[in-house]
């Protein structure tokens, strides 16, 4: 590429000292050439980090940006004034990378270099993925990073930048359900800005090439922080079921879903409905046994959506004595999903409830309710809930008369430890989440991946379980 008068570095152009015409030929010949591949290997990729916000580190705007290959920081423009053309200048330093395009330029000369050597560079910014290149579920292959760690694409750790251990744990589980997994790595959709950055945030962590062997969440978490008014930020502990609730609605939104099933990914792949009947219990003499469903009066039917199974945990024991202190209470998963066999009546204010499935989503989402709020504090439900991790049958908690099970296999887990020696509520709490990868299970908090023993996963205080339906 011949650069125009104006932008020609002045420093170059004294240097020659040949006529316009000699000038137009030694820039067309190969001499630029040489130049770059001596500046090429002044690049630092063990510097390189695409992973946060696009904005120039001087001016804080996000148009036009470029990343210096030498030392990783970001620049506004290429041209005589700008910030990035400074930066070679002042710094020496002189391979930049538009964070847009991808194309790389040598500056202050202001040519571009396209060399295959560089090709790592542009996929680590932005990585694709084609049919044939995502990751099988059955064939969990080792990375290498550039330090030749072994990792697994997928299973990567994410930064704990504040607070947001609590939306690391969800973006893990949701970038594991496959068809949303799958959606995000391959679609060029037209959403908005935050659908964006979630496609972005899952090709980084299913990236093979990555350069280190974990990925930063904050570039999607501005704009989460943005879309949701500041509700959710990475500054503040939070609750991963409203961040979850909330994630899943507004990508179902921004992707154009309405309240039709399977408008988008989202309710494609996690909605269900239930059936909720209720009728008005009689008022009954004292003494009498717990008010049932009487089918001579009206029973009342209503079917609702849902994109999370909410399951209460029985109340644990109020008082225990210095010997039962430290026994947790165990119960098990039908125990608690009993709640949606269509049969098990709650009363409430003189209303009794029963709860069933009308349809279950090929993906389903469980709320393990562990807070609960009285009239002074929040406190924790401490209860292990013991579930199979393949092979939980919900035939009983869905209408009609089933003679085959209807079998889920577990994909991710959430669970939660309180930090020790502090009380039992949200802000003194970590989150953690286990991942099926193959036949092996991973557990990953922030940065921290390891192999999970299976017979461990049940002993955490899960909160969040995303099931798989079986074909
Ligand atoms: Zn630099």
Redesign the pocket.
Known sequence: MAPSDSDEPPAKRARLEVDSEDEEMVYAAPEPVRASNLYLDTINRAALDFDFEKVCSVSTSNINVYG?L????YYQGRGRKSYAYA?SIH?D?HVFINLASTKVYVLPDGYEVSDPSLEDIAYVLRPTFSRASVPAPDHARISYDLASQPYLPGYVGLNNIKHNDHMNVIIHALLHVRPLRDFLLLTDHNGTELTRRFAVLARKIWNPRLFKSQVSPHEFLQEVNRASNGKFRLEQQGDPIDFISWLLNRLHKDLGGTKKRSSSIIFATFQGSIRVETQHVLVKADGEAKPTFDIDRDIKSNTSPFLLLAIDLPPPPLFQDSVEKNIVPQVSIHSVLSKYDGKTAQENLGILRRYQAESLPPYLIFHFKRFTKNAFVEEKNPTIVNFPLKGLDMRDYISGDHKEPILYDLVANVVQESVAGTTRDKENTVWKVNLLAGEKWYQIQDLIVEEARKEMIFLGETTLQIWERRK
């Open positions: 210096c030498v030392c990783g920081k930066h710094d330093h």
